[in-house]
């Protein structure tokens, strides 16, 4: 089952293909049409660039954001890595639920869907409508002590990851955001940015929610041990997952790989929707053409895992909340980006002057 | 005259006062109780305290918000330092009236409205109650050979940008950008900030609208001879406005003191907004507890300029445009940090544990 299962992971990130060559030559030649210097608008050209090459249109309107927030919880919360108990990520699940978490807000200020996904909360939640059931497990096993999942969860997260961007694709949406919520789940992004860069534990590892000097030389020394018990391969991205991952790093793993496969845009939001989304590229180097990372978090680990995958970051605002709090934001920088390339008028349509020949 | 309307200037200066150090404390206790890790929205949190001091409350709903695009003409375009020809900027306030520019669109994208202001275009327009007339001059004379506007007209600027600000108070509009249009106006924004910082033309003298390599050594040279024919004192804002300033400048300038005096908030584009901003944080050091810079330009003055200032920039995407497209985007970040301050849940209301104590 967990073989022919990754077998059609595999498959899913050969079907990824390269954003098409042509608009973006196309898009690039119009971007010098429009009312402005060439280049003057930055980022937001190459942005409105690359979603023309997506797309393969500059159709102009409203897109249609959904950010899916992930949530799962951690064994190694056993350790005492964390400044809040466990039971915080099912508390923050109603949270998001009742619409008063700061992704909420967020949101409805940028006219965002949020749609919550029990990827591993260690509790049974109530059957209702607006919480998406994918739960793999009730919460990762303590990766000090042996993999965090089993190689069948970790595949049947991606699975289900592929499956929540398809419907995204199903239901129009035009513009995907992954977020998270996760006791711990700082623990294991570390963990996987150290094996993926090569970085040493403490050059990673940051105070997540806000640990104290303590607790963060104890974070780093679990991480060690983790990664000394697992010893994963750092080229094999399914492995380091079930290592020293979670459900709702699969689940994002998933959801980028499935975005990029529907030609789907999708933005990343902090330093665990990161490490997600750098798994994802180490399984389908294609799906980079697709992504976009929302903001550089304050955790220390998120440089190396930008620099690893080479993707900037829009935003820098000092953020490390997640949720897909800085998605959110990004997302409307990215929309507006695909706006100006599409409704900005023409030196032609303007009656505006071009460039002096001379210059 | 002159001497009378700077005296009502400098009246509206004092009547600056700082903010409210009560509702500062009373929101920094507030960002403390809402579901989050304490300082985890990094400089939202500070944004959204700043906006909960200057209107003295943390209420929710959505903020009305205006950007005045200020127009006005350079003479030392005579001098041959910008790629594009003066007639663009007569060209472009007709793009704007017709929605067709850059701010146009990321001002629909936000649900901000955009106000066009003639400052000092070197035309007559037929008269029309969408363009607000502010006119100073029918463009300034050229700095290299005197000051670039007269006493008066210096005046008479600010104090039209005062009354701007002052009719979007009236207006209801709960934060205000500003952001400009006028061919030839780098070479007068890089003379005000090598006089405001005593920094050499050629650190803070920048491509513009994208002058070649010949022209921005032109183009150095002759801000160092409007510097070395005018010498300004670099302690009145007031005669460095005159001397290299420009219409658009002024305006901005005292849009800047009368929305402080006003206690109304004020987003700065990019580098000759920021240099008009510059100007008024001069004028009066008060105005900056209501200022906010929306983004880092690619001009290489404006990094000198909010250092100069001492307010840190909330975007970086490379941006070098104007027209206030920057602080446009700008407006969502701190509408939606507002937001986040009025709207999200505490711990108490969502029954969400605290931090452990231990920690």
Not at 235 to 246: R, S, T
């Amino acid at each position: 089952m967990s073989e022919s299962l990754r077998a059609r992971i595999e498959e899913v990130c050969r079907s990824v293909t390269p954003v098409n060559e042509e608009w973006l030559a196309k898009a690039r030649e119009r971007q010098m049409t429009l009312t402005k210097p060439p280049g003057s608008m930055g980022e937001m050209e190459e942005i409105g660039n690359r979603m023309a090459a997506i797309n393969q249109s500059v159709s102009s309107g409203p897109i249609r954001k959904r950010i899916y927030v992930v949530a799962a919880d951690h064994g190694v919360t056993a350790e005492g890595v964390s400044a809040y108990p466990t039971e915080v990520t099912r508390q923050m699940v109603f949270n998001f639920l009742n619409g008063g978490a700061a992704i909420n807000v967020l949101a409805r200020h940028g006219q965002i869907e949020v749609q919550i996904v029990d990827a591993g909360v260690a509790c049974d939640f109530p059957p209702r409508t607006d919480l998406i059931d994918k739960k793999i497990v009730q919460g990762t096993a303590n990766l000090t002590r042996g993999p965090a999942l089993t190689r069948e969860q970790a595949v049947s997260a991606i699975a289900a990851g592929i499956d929540l961007a398809r419907t995204a694709k199903r239901d129009q949406v035009g513009l995907l955001g992954i977020g998270e919520m996760g006791i711990g789940n700082t623990t294991a992004a570390s963990a996987i940015t150290s094996v993926l860069t090569g970085l040493h534990p403490a050059e990673v590892t940051g105070r997540g929610t806000g640990v104290d000097d303590d607790v963060l030389r104890h974070k780093i020394a679990v991480i060690e041990r983790a990664l000394e018990r697992n010893r994963p391969d750092r080229n094999d991205p399914f492995e380091i997952l079930a290592c020293v991952g979670g459900a709702e790093i699969g689940v994002m793993m998933g959801a980028v790989i499935g975005a990029a496969a529907e030609r789907l845009p999708v933005v990343a939001d902090g330093f665990i929707s990161t490490a997600a989304a750098a798994l994802a590229t180490t399984a389908c180097a294609r799906v980079r053409d697709y992504l976009f990372i929302a903001h550089l978090s304050r955790e220390p680990g998120h440089r190396a895992l930008v620099e690893y995958i080479e993707i900037g970051p829009l935003l820098d605002l000092r953020l490390r909340l997640g949720e897909g709090t800085g998605a959110a934001l990004a997302m409307h920088i990215i929309e507006a980006s695909a706006k100006l390339l599409a409704e900005m008028a023409t030196f032609d349509e303007a009656g505006v002057s071009a460039r002096k020949k001379s210059l």
